[in-house]
């Protein structure tokens, strides 16, 4: 896993350029413990789709999901592939004992948390790229107008659940956890068309930056 001082920065909230040569050396030995202590962990499955008005119905697994965002994103797919990845409780522990030290160190481990298991879905959707002819980029729960209650009916469908579970606001355990859904189809669709069609272009720290 490549360090980007900047991507995590950014992940912060701030600026690299801003902050000094001593705190740059602290994030870094900061990521250097996180990455040498975190296992990051995946599993993932495929399964046939048929795309209806605003539903997406998961043939053979009695799974309708109501989401017009979702519907968009998988216009001209007959089969996703959903990813469930997880940094385990070890990132968790890192991050509740670093809150003890300060809210500073809580926040530079939960921007490296963050940019981590970014950077390792990525580098896992590359492979389920090569392997399944994925055709669009991951759309995760809680994207849009897809609901986090959705967490629940998925993650039953995963037979080992990499050690994470749900709670009843289905929010994962641990934390640092992701489910993401990715396009199968005949055609490369591409839904990486910047910040305008983004939900949180209004808001976004990053594009008022840009």
């Avoid at 602290?26 to 789709?49: G, Q, R």
């Avoid at 993401?180 to 839904?191: C, E, L």
């Amino acid at each position: 896993m490549n360090y980007n001082l900047n991507e995590i920065v950014r992940y912060m909230g701030g600026n690299a350029k801003s902050i000094d040569s001593k705190y740059k050396d602290h994030i870094e030995s900061c990521w250097e413990k996180f990455t040498s202590t975190v296992i990051a962990k995946h599993e993932y499955l495929t399964a046939n789709i048929n795309v209806k008005n605003n539903t997406v119905i998961l043939k053979d697994l009695d799974i309708i999901i109501e989401s017009q965002h979702l519907s968009r994103h998988l216009k001209n797919c007959d089969k996703i592939v959903i990813l469930l990845s997880s940094l385990g409780v070890r990132a968790s522990n890192i991050i509740r004992k670093s809150s003890i030290i300060s809210s500073t160190e809580e926040l530079i481990y939960n921007a490296i948390a963050n940019y981590f298991l970014e950077e390792y879905n990525d580098i896992i959707q590359t492979q389920l790229n090569e392997i399944h002819g994925c055709t669009t980029n991951r759309f995760g729960t809680g994207y849009g107008d897809l609901d986090l209650s959705y967490n629940e009916s998925l993650l039953r469908l995963f037979p080992n659940k990499i050690g994470v579970s749900i709670n009843s606001s289905y929010i994962f355990n641990p934390k640092k956890t992701t489910l993401s859904i990715i396009g199968v189809g005949k055609k490369y669709i591409d839904h990486k068309s910047g910040c305008i069609k983004c939900n949180l272009k209004d808001s976004c720290i990053f594009r008022k930056e840009n």
